[in-house]
């Protein structure tokens, strides 16, 4: 079934009458739960990508089942990542950029929406180009762009959308995962609003951050619910 894709017509618009506010006008005290919530999430930033360990195989082997249930993985060294959207046949060389957390992501997308996740993945809606984005290393891209965006990598953001983040995170442990999935439904939507092809990736990509940026610059953003792009979504 399809999700409600009314977001879809606002696309280039920013996000309607609803109000933004600057991040001159907030200041950031930190309740505890926010510094926790905050240090765990900024913990699995920090965990590198091991192939050789099994916790990190098993993530990965575990995406590929949600993938293609009906189609064994021969080996974490095969042509068949391709068929997912890897640049070779060792996905651990993408992970790279950005780590684990940008496997988690991709799990989480795949397990919480998992048709949201299928039909992005095997392109199965609107008119596609010739030469399509590659969907696993579209979704490293994401990771780091929200990263990026919500200055995770900063003692404190002092950006908005950082700062509304946290508060959000309050609502929602698994926040920043479920941003992701709404980021990725966003980048694919601006995709085949813009009718890109490959080359035009970044261009895309620097889109779907600004649209991003808008939505979490609003002054009534309470929840992960609250982002008028979240109903692009549906499981």
């Not at 309607?16 to 991040?23: E, L, P």
């Not at 095997?122 to 490293?140: D, I, N, S």
Request: charged content about 25%; glycine content about 6%; overall charge neutral.
């Amino acid at each position: 079934m399809v999700g409600n894709r009314t977001w879809f017509g606002g696309l280039f618009n920013g996000s309607g009458k609803r109000r933004q506010v600057s991040a001159e006008k907030i200041v950031l005290d930190l309740t505890p739960l926010q510094e926790q919530r905050l240090q765990n999430l900024k913990e699995r930033l920090n965990i590198p990508y091991d192939e050789n360990r099994h916790e990190h195989q098993e993530s990965l082997r575990a995406l590929w089942k949600i993938s293609f249930p009906d189609t064994e993985l021969t080996s974490f060294v095969s042509a068949q990542w391709k068929e997912m959207g890897w640049q070779g046949m060792n996905p651990a060389t993408d992970f790279r950029g950005c780590g684990y957390v940008s496997l988690e992501n991709l799990l989480f997308f795949a397990r919480t929406y998992p048709a949201s996740f299928k039909r992005l993945m095997l392109k199965q809606q609107g008119t596609r180009a010739t030469w399509e984005y590659p969907f696993a290393v579209a979704g490293v891209n994401i990771s780091y762009m929200l990263i990026q965006l919500l200055e995770l990598n900063s003692v404190r953001p002092k950006s908005l959308p950082g700062i509304n983040f946290i508060k959000v995170l309050t609502e929602h442990e698994d926040a920043f995962d479920v941003l992701y999935c709404i980021a990725f439904e966003m980048m694919d939507a601006q995709w085949l609003a813009m009718r890109a092809s490959y080359m035009q990736f970044k261009e895309v990509l620097e889109a779907t951050k600004q649209q991003l940026e808008r939505e979490l610059s609003l002054e009534d953003l309470n929840g992960i619910h609250d982002l008028p792009a979240c109903n692009l979504l549906y499981k």
